[in-house]
C-alpha cells in the first residue's frame, strides 16, 4: 500500500500507455510526462506568487493582496488575465525578431532543466549519465535570453541592467559548478539519480545527506548564494532593481512576454532549489527511517517549497547587494571557500571513515571561512555608526 | 543516417551561413549560437554525451556570451559604412575551398585504417576522467597553463587602463 501510493505517478502512466499498442508506448511516454511538467510548474509558479506578495508583505508589517478571493488566494487568476488581456507595446526601434525571441529562450531553456531532476523514486523524465553537466549546460544558455532581451529594446536601462545581469550570472555560475564538483567527486558519478541512491542510507535513524557533513554544509551555503545570484533574486536582484534600473532587463516588456519572464525567473527558481536538494539534500528520501512511509515525491516538493519559503524569506529581510559589492564577494569570497571545499572533500574521502576527517574538515573550512572574511573586512573603516538628523 | 540527421545539419548549416551572410552583427552572432547548437545535436546524436554537453556549456554559455560582449563594448553594432563584403572575395573563396580539399582528401585517406566496427563505443564521463589523468595529463596542464596565462593578461590590460585614467 505504501509503495503503491510511493509509485502511484508511475502506476498511473503504465495503466494510461497499456491501452496503446507496443510502438507507440515510448513517444507517448515521453509526451505525457512533459505535459505533467509543463502543466505542473506554472501551477505551482501560480501558487508561489501568492505566498511571495503575502509573505513579503507580512515581513514588512501589511497584508499582502486580500481583495481576490478570502485571503487574497484567487490573486494569480487576476494577474493572468491582465497579462493575457494587455497590450503587447513594442517599441518602433526595437530589434522585432530578438525582442520577440528572448522570453522564448528563456522558458523553453528553464523548462529543459526538469528533464534530469528526479521528483521521486522511479520518476526522473531521462535519466542521463552525464545529467547534472546537461542541468548546467541548460542554465548557461538562460544568461544568453537575458543578454538578447536587454539589448534587442535599445533601451540605454535595459542595456545597462542586461550587462549587470550577464556579469553576475556569469561570475556566480563558477560557484555553483565547483560547489556541485564536490558532489560528483564524493559520489563519483555525473547522474542524479544515482546521487540521491547514495544518499539513501540511514545510520542511527539520520539520513546520509551531505549537507550534513562539513564540506557538505559549506558546499550548500555556497551553492544556495549561487543559485540566489544566477536567479537574480534578492539580496542580488540589482539587474531588475526598481529603484535602480526602472526594470532592468525586461523595462520594454509588457502583457505577456512580461509574464513569461517572470514565470523564466519563478521556474529557475524552482529548478535550482530541485537541484540544490537533490544534491545537497537528498532529492526525495526522507529525513528520519522512520518517516519513509510518506511518499518520496511528497518530500521532493515539501523541500522545493521550504527553499521556496528560504528565497521569499530572505527577498523581505535583507538590503540589496551593490554591484561592485555582489562582484567582490563571487571572485574574493565564494570561489576560494569553493576552492577550498574541493581540498577538504577530497582530504575527507582519502583520510578514511572515523572522527578524526570530522575535525579536520570542519577545522579547514572554519578556519578559511574566519581569515578570508577578515581579510575582506580588513581595509574597509568601518567605525561606529554615525546618525545625522534633518535640522 | 536518416531524417534527424539532415534536420539538426540543416539547422547548423544555416545558421553559419546566415552568421556569415547577415548584416547586423548582433544577429551574426546569434545565428553563430545556433550553429553552436547544431553542433551540439550532432555530437549527442553520436552518444557522446560529455562532448555535447560541454558543447553547450562552453560555446553557447562563455564563447558566445564573450562575443556579443565585445561586440557591446566596441561600436561593432552600428552597420560598416562601405558593406559587409570584402573586395577579393572570389580568391577567399578559392583559398576555402583548397584547405577543404586538403582536409577532406586526408580523412578520406584515413577511413581505410579505422576499425570496422558495428556499434560506437560507449565512452562515459568516467572513461574521459581517467584519460584526462593518466594518458593526456600533460596536455591538461598546459591548458591550464595557457587559461592561467591570458587570465593574469586580462588583469593586467584592465588594471593598466584603469591607472591611466586616473
Known amino acids: ?391 | 543516417m536518416g531524417f534527424v540527421f539532415y534536420l539538426i545539419s540543416t539547422f547548423t548549416v544555416g545558421g553559419a551561413l546566415a552568421a556569415v551572410l547577415l548584416k547586423n552583427l548582433v544577429h551574426a552572432a546569434l545565428a553563430l549560437t545556433v550553429a553552436f547548437f547544431g553542433l551540439a545535436l550532432l555530437f549527442l546524436r553520436l552518444d557522446a554525451q560529455f562532448a555535447g554537453f560541454a558543447q553547450i556549456l562552453v560555446y553557447v554559455g562563455a564563447v558566445a556570451i564573450l562575443v556579443v560582449f565585445a561586440i557591446l563594448l566596441t561600436r561593432g553594432s552600428e552597420l560598416p559604412k562601405e558593406g559587409v563584403f570584402s573586395k577579393t572575395w572570389l580568391v577567399g573563396l578559392a583559398i576555402a575551398a583548397g584547405v577543404f580539399a586538403l582536409l577532406a582528401w586526408a580523412v578520406l585517406q584515413a577511413a581505410p585504417w579505422l576499425p570496422q566496427e558495428k556499434a560506437a563505443p560507449t565512452v562515459t564521463v568516467n572513461d574521459i576522467g581517467n584519460a584526462l589523468m593518466s594518458r593526456y595529463v600533460l596536455p591538461l596542464e598546459i591548458v591550464a597553463v595557457l587559461l592561467t596565462a591570458a587570465l593574469l593578461g586580462a588583469v593586467i590590460v584592465a588594471m593598466h587602463e584603469k591607472e591611466r585614467s586616473r
Open chain 1, 1 to 391: 500500500m505504501i509503495e503503491r501510493l510511493d509509485q502511484i505517478f508511475v502506476i498511473l502512466k503504465h495503466w494510461l500507455l497499456g491501452y496503446l499498442p507496443e510502438s507507440w508506448q515510448t513517444p507517448v511516454g515521453v509526451i505525457l510526462s512533459v505535459v505533467c511538467i509543463i502543466g505542473l510548474y506554472p501551477a505551482l509558479f501560480a501558487i508561489t506568487t501568492v505566498l511571495e506578495r503575502k509573505g513579503v508583505a507580512r515581513i514588512q508589517n501589511r497584508l499582502g493582496p486580500n481583495r481576490v478571493g478570502p485571503y487574497g488566494i484567487l490573486q494569480p487568476m487576476a494577474d493572468g488575465i491582465k497579462s493575457l488581456t494587455k497590450e503587447d507595446i513594442v517599441p518602433t526601434t526595437a530589434d522585432g525578431v530578438v525582442h520577440f525571441l528572448a522570453p522564448v529562450v528563456l522558458v523553453v531553456v528553464v523548462f529543459m532543466g526538469f528533464a534530469v531532476l528526479p521528483m521521486g523514486r522511479n520518476m526522473v523524465l531521462v535519466d542521463m549519465d552525464a545529467g547534472l553537466l546537461f542541468y548546467f549546460a541548460m542554465g548557461a544558455s538562460a544568461e544568453l535570453s537575458v543578454f538578447m532581451a536587454g539589448w534587442s529594446s535599445r533601451n540605454k536601462y535595459s542595456l545597462l541592467g542586461a550587462m549587470r545581469a550577464v556579469a553576475q550570472m556569469i561570475s556566480y555560475e563558477i560557484a555553483l559548478l565547483l560547489s556541485s564538483v564536490v558532489i560528483v567527486m564524493i559520489t563519483g558519478s555525473l547522474s542524479l539519480v544515482k546521487i540521491v541512491e547514495a544518499q539513501n542510507h540511514y545510520t542511527w535513524g539520520l539520513p546520509h545527506w551531505f549537507i550534513f557533513t562539513p564540506w557538505g554544509l559549506a558546499g550548500f551555503l555556497m551553492y544556495a548564494i549561487a543559485g540566489t545570484a544566477e536567479t537574480n533574486r534578492s539580496p542580488f536582484d540589482l539587474p531588475e532593481g526598481e529603484s535602480e534600473l526602472v526594470a532592468g532587463y525586461h523595462t520594454e516588456y509588457s502583457g505577456f512576454k512580461f509574464a513569461l519572464f517572470f514565470l523564466g525567473e519563478y521556474v529557475a527558481m524552482f529548478s535550482i532549489s530541485g537541484l540544490g536538494s537533490t544534491l545537497f539534500l537528498g532529492g526525495w528520501t526522507a529525513p528520519l527511517e522512520v518517516l519513509q512511509f510518506i511518499p518520496s515525491w511528497i518530500w521532493f516538493f515539501g523541500k522545493l517549497f521550504l527553499s521556496m519559503g528560504v528565497f521569499i524569506w530572505m527577498r523581505g529581510t535583507l538590503p540589496r547587494l551593490r554591484q561592485d559589492q555582489l562582484m567582490n564577494f563571487a571572485w574574493k569570497f565564494v570561489l576560494p571557500m569553493c576552492l577550498l571545499n574541493l581540498f577538504a572533500a577530497g582530504l575527507w574521502h582519502f583520510m578514511g571513515a572515523g572522527w578524526l576527517r570530522w575535525v579536520v574538515c570542519s577545522a579547514i573550512l572554519i578556519l578559511a571561512y574566519v581569515s578570508i572574511g577578515r581579510e575582506g573586512m580588513r581595509r574597509k573603516n568601518l567605525g561606529p555608526r554615525s546618525y545625522r538628523y534633518a535640522e
